[in-house]
């Protein structure tokens, strides 16, 4: 399973760099992840007074719906390489008037500037996607160490059925070629990386963006 991953060859600078491009236009290019995104938060679970923590959270739509949804009893973290995705999700926050229950921070999810132990909740969408292979265990390492016992970790990602219409073996095929043409994003399958960490009742679920790119929802919990 873990050998079915391609490898990204695009450096955080490179990311960093493209994504500040992309802010501007970035919720339309990404509209069919909408779905996808629900339902991640749907399986996320995140209540009235949640610590969350968003990594790599964009232009900051689902982490102002967890901010509504954990009240004023709890509190959102997000973390994010690109300053403009950043300055962009700053003015949303603020127009929302969330800013009381809304940390944001420049980082990179390879070392999370946060503490053992602190997140009920870790949501992560269209991210792991543009981490190299060999990082993506460093990366959900830090996811691990910084959740509580007990507290959920959310994987929304590009992904790949075993079907010929979901195999993504054409899109592979022109991501080799020129990974900038598709936002640095390639297919990717987390469920075995979280049972080797020890995750406890993950589950994975397919869903279709426009009926054609599949992602994929993983979700399970830190043992108690």
């Known amino acids: 399973m873990l050998n079915k991953i391609i490898d990204a060859p695009i450096t955080s600078q490179k990311a960093q760099r493209l994504y500040d491009f ?62 403009r995705m950043l300055e962009k999700t700053r003015k949303r926050v603020k127009k929302l008037a969330l800013t009381k229950r809304v940390d944001l921070q420049l980082g990179d999810a390879r070392q999370l500037p946060y503490k053992e132990n602190v997140f ?14 060999p990082e993506l265990t460093t990366v959900l390492t830090e996811f691990e160490r910084v959740l509580k016992p007990g507290g959920r970790l959310v994987l929304v990602n590009l992904s790949k059925g075993e079907n010929w219409y979901s195999n993504m073996k054409l899109y592979e095929w022109i991501y080799s070629k020129c990974p ?14 979280l049972e080797e960490l020890g995750f406890q009742k993950v589950k994975r679920e397919i869903i279709f963006a426009g009926h054609i790119i599949p992602s994929e929802i993983v979700w399970g919990n830190k043992p108690k």
């Open 180 to 193: 900038s043409l598709l936002g640095g994003c390639r297919p990717v399958l987390t469920k075995a990386f």
């Open 22 to 83: 992309l802010s501007p236009f970035y919720d339309y290019l990404t509209r069919y992840e909408r779905l996808s995104k629900a339902k991640g938060l749907a399986v996320a679970e995140i209540r009235r007074g949640h610590i969350v923590l968003e990594v790599g959270f964009g232009t900051g739509q689902t982490l102002i719906a967890s901010a509504l949804k954990v009240g004023n009893e709890g509190q959102v973290y997000g973390i994010d390489l690109s300053p």
């Open 120 to 133: 009920d909740v870790l949501f992560n969408s269209y991210m792991l996607d543009l981490i190299d292979t």
